[in-house]
């Protein structure tokens, strides 16, 4: 039988992915054993969240043949996101696909200026491969 406590600890930085998205509405509903998978239950605002959720997991363990996450999308495939003071076009796709250098590709898909975008305007991310 397998250690809930040790699984809970290797896919530790999946819930941290997870929690770091609450503000946009992504929420654990629960983590428990089926068998010899840890098994995570959530909730996802959009496929951009999905993305990066399945990145973090294949990151861990590409196999994760010892997990299972039930991940249930309430949103669209494009997260909407609004600008606040101190953000930065590239620091936002760090959070949102892991990839800093994702800006130019969402700069163009919102018709923006990567370096002068307004606090407060709200951009769609779109789902980047």
Known sequence: MADQAALEQ???????????FSDVGSKMDGI???GDKL?????VPSKVVVNRVWDTIKQVDPSYSDFEIQMAQTGPDEQPYTIKHGDTLSAICQRFYGNANKYPQVAQAN????NNIPVGTTIQLPVLS
């Open 111 to 114: 018709h923006a200026d990567a």
């Open 10 to 20: 290797k896919y530790a930085k999946v819930g941290q992915v997870l929690t770091g």
């Open 39 to 43: 098994v995570l239950k959530c909730e």
């Open 32 to 34: 428990f054993m089926n």
